[in-house]
């Protein structure tokens, strides 16, 4: 799918809700206490991928000390393999923000362009074509640049309109909204995944009279494998991240659960509830919910929701 203009304002106005979010979040903080200097690091690269909800937690933090929960929190969620000691998405997205700074300076810090930033979110290129553009105008006279990312099914097209190296982006192929959405979570999906589609769209809600979280997946969009008694079954992680209001973190907690059948078209199943004991008080949370493979499997997805209880007044 083309998009032209409109692709090029979506791109932007993904980058920019992120990034001005947290920005406004982060003067906020600033206000209330000076920003420590590891706080200050963080922040100077991390705000390009900040959901809008973290972005609204961060706001919130006014000490040192909630600030590098919220940091070590922040990386932890986003790593593939929490068991090992290295981050690879956290060693990833530094090696691609500092590539970004040191080959597009195009009149700006270069994770600020719009190629540092398609770089950053969907990193180098499976393919590049150049052509020249051979239609003289004087709003577009440079050369024109095609990227082509296959396991995205996205292309961007970046125009040097002025002839001076500073390419802007033109015309877009494919979701790459989705895409950008997909790194900033730090999602990912391997060849031997639980998970059947790239995207994992689950829902959560409160069942206030069992006082459970239940956590809904889609049943096509699960890999279920056949076990030791000839039924389908899956193992999943699920990890809760939640936090009053919009601010201090209540708790976190983790819990694993298998779903079994011995139907193989499990797929017309709809969402396949998962449930966790977990009394909440009356108000708004915010739940951050990563879910992935146990045992050796591959995949992970996260969403956050805004989750509210209301109750009743008593008589």
Known sequence: MKTGRTGRR????????????????????????????????????????????EAKIWKHLTDAESRKEFI??????????????????????EARVAYANKHFKEGGFGMNTDRG???????????????????????NRGTAVWWLYYKYGVGVQFVDERGYGAYKISQTEGNIFEAMELYKLGQWVGP?????????????????AAKELVVLIPAKSLLLKENAEGKLEV?????????????????????TRAYTTAGVDYEKAGDIPFRFARPLPTGKDVVDVVIKARAGGEGKVRKIFDLKVVRPPRP
């Open 10 to 53: 979506l791109l932007f106005l993904a980058a920019l809700a992120a990034a001005g979010g947290a920005a406004a979040a982060a003067r906020a903080a600033q206000t209330a206490s000076k920003p420590d200097a590891e706080s200050e690091k963080f922040y100077q690269t991390a705000h390009l991928i900040m959901s809008g909800e």
């Open 72 to 93: 070590r929190d922040f990386w932890e969620k986003r790593d593939p393999d929490p068991d090992t000691e290295d981050n690879e998405f956290k060693r990833e997205f």
């Open 117 to 139: 930033r398609v770089y950053i979110f969907l990193g180098p290129p499976d393919k590049t074509e150049d052509f020249l553009n051979r239609t003289y105008s004087t709003t």
């Open 192 to 208: 031997s995944s639980v998970f059947k589609t790239r995207v994992v769209s689950f829902g959560l809600k409160y069942d206030d």
């Open 235 to 255: 193992d999943l992680d699920f990890k809760f991240y939640l936090y009053e209001g919009e601010g201090s973190k209540r708790e976190v907690f983790t819990d």
